[in-house]
């Protein structure tokens, strides 16, 4: 089956420093990809929509100077955390459908756990 | 409120006892998914519904549009069902922006 595979799948930063989060479509092209957060206990909230060759489209009130998204091929998507703090601490989960007429398969990466010290 | 709704948020069970899960939303969708998270965090898809039922080995989904509900069933739990199950809904005119539930942790014991 379709595999998206995330890198890394933990990473620990001092405050202030830029954090960068890999998804990868490993057998299937992806134009879109999903990117979310998830504190805690809590559920998935998207953040922004990866567009291959365009600009992402990011959520209301996501930072998109913030949360850089790069999408530059049909397989690669980046999200980096710039001047990371704290607060940015989470579980980075991305998702890609596998067609591009339909979001109806979604396929998740294992997710990046970012700890902000 | 929130646009969907999942009960309970906790379920524990003993091994071999059939669980319902329950998903409300309060918004016109074109599809709605069952996902499970393990705690690892990885999660994984099981179901997409945008009508009717849909059976996989134990886990059975329903929907029902006019109700605005859904269901997830497991028959004969196992403790390797054990995990986070969440409802994710499509919202009719945004194809692809999912909505996702608060999610039902379930533990299963033997």
């Known amino acids: 089956g379709a595999v998206v595979s995330q890198h890394p799948s933990r990473v620990i930063c001092k405050s202030g420093t830029s954090v960068k989060i890999e998804c990868r479509s490993l057998?299937?092209?992806?134009?879109?990809m999903f990117w979310y957060r998830q504190f805690p206990k809590q559920s998935l909230m998207l953040m922004a929509t990866?567009?291959?060759?365009?600009?992402?489209?990011?959520e209301q009130g996501v930072e998109k100077d913030k949360f850089l998204i790069n999408h530059a091929s049909l397989t690669l998507s980046t999200l980096t955390v710039t001047s990371a703090h704290p607060e940015d601490s989470s579980f980075y989960i991305c998702?890609?459908?596998?067609?591009?007429?339909?979001?109806?398969?979604?396929?998740f990466g294992p997710g990046t756990r970012l700890t902000v010290l | 409120k929130n646009e969907v709704e999942q009960s309970p948020q906790n379920l524990t069970a003993q091994e071999g006892e059939f669980i319902t899960i329950n998903c409300s939303y309060s918004?016109?969708?074109?599809?709605l998914h069952w996902l499970q998270q393990h705690p690892g965090g990885g999660i994984v898809s099981l179901f997409m519904?945008?009508?009717g039922k849909k059976k996989h080995g134990r886990l059975i989904a329903t929907i029902n549009i006019q109700e605005k509900h859904s269901s997830l069933h497991i028959t004969a739990s196992h403790p390797r069902d054990s995990a986070v199950y969440i409802c994710?809904?499509?919202?009719?005119?945004?194809?692809?922006?999912?909505?996702f539930g608060t999610g039902t942790r379930l533990q299963v014991f033997p």
């Open positions: 998702s890609a459908p596998l067609s591009w007429w339909s979001t109806d398969t979604q396929y």
């Open positions: 057998d299937f092209q992806a134009t879109t």
């Open positions: 990866s567009n291959e060759g365009s600009k992402a489209t990011y």
């Open positions: 918004v016109g969708i074109s599809a």
């Open positions: 519904l945008s009508s």
């Open positions: 994710a809904v499509r919202k009719s005119g945004m194809a692809d922006k999912l909505i």
